[in-house]
Nanobody
Framework: QVQLVESGGGLVQAGGDLRLSCAAS????????MGWFRQAPGKEREFVAA????????SYADSVKDRFTISRDNAKNTVYLQMNRLKPEDTAVYYC?????????????????WGQGTQVTVSA
């Protein structure tokens, strides 16, 4: 089992920045890829970013490319999502996911474990 706990969400004005963290515990963290997804009210959970087990490969949704950066620190069992130049349409609950495979995959069905989520609200 892997337990994931997200933090760092909050209320920010458009154009502002936030950094989300996801702390993992339980099974070995460094062997699997990690991802961030988000879910706005009335919408399905969508892919935001993913990172391979080594951190060498990353993948981003087109809507966040060049604004968001995913990274991980395996020594701290933590993955981060730096979000810059936030927009109101980024408002959602952000979830951290972990998968046993090493590839940074965008399909949420390939993730084995999920955190409880952290709310990000961007005001206009």
């Amino acid at each position: 089992q892997v337990q994931l706990v997200e933090s760092g969400g909050g209320l920010v004005q458009a154009g502002g920045d936030l950094r989300l963290s996801c702390a993992a515990s339980g099974r070995t963290f460094s062997n699997g890829a990690m991802g961030w997804f988000r879910q706005a009210p009335g919408k399905e959970r969508e892919f935001v970013a993913a990172i391979s087990w080594s951190g060498g490969l990353t993948s981003y949704a087109d809507s966040v490319k060049d604004r968001f950066t995913i990274s991980r620190d395996n020594a701290k069992n933590t993955v981060y999502l730096q979000m810059n130049r936030l927009k109101p349409e980024d408002t959602a609950v952000y979830y951290c996911g972990a998968r046993m495979g090493w590839r940074a995959r965008p399909d949420r069905k390939e993730y084995d474990y999920w955190g409880q989520g952290t709310q990000v609200t961007v005001s206009a």
